[in-house]
């Protein structure tokens, strides 16, 4: 298991990659994750850095200007929680920058490097009922199933 002084210098630089993620960075993801770490969130479960690698490719190439702002960070032994902002622009979803609040779930292998990460944010409500068409359909269900 991860020495606390060390998960904690560990956690510092995996922010800091998340924070400044480029598409030039992503050759560096090796350094950031275990060559086994499994990766899932509402839209994908992968296992291994090239798979890991290929989320974030998508992400670049799809939306505009994408970033992560880490808001919190807790570190206990060998295990991190992360919440965070995703912030982009999609043409479809209009001109104005959109924001996806979430979390991440990381456990750290002895080295120092995420052997785990599992994001967890609600699709429905932070991507979903943006989209004009789906949106108001969505919005149009969530009023219904509520009491």
Known sequence: MIDPVAAEAAVVRIRAAFETLTPASLAQLDEVYTADASFKDPFNEVRGVPAIRAIFEHMFRTLEGPRFVVRDVV??????FLTWDFLFRQPRMGPQEQCIRGSSH?????????????????AAEELYEKIPVLGALM???KRRASS
């Open 106 to 122: 990381l456990r750290l292998a002895d080295d120092g490097r995420i052997a785990m990460h599992r994001d967890y944010w609600d």
């Open 75 to 80: 570190v206990q032994g060998g295990q991190c």
């Open 139 to 141: 919005r149009w269900l």
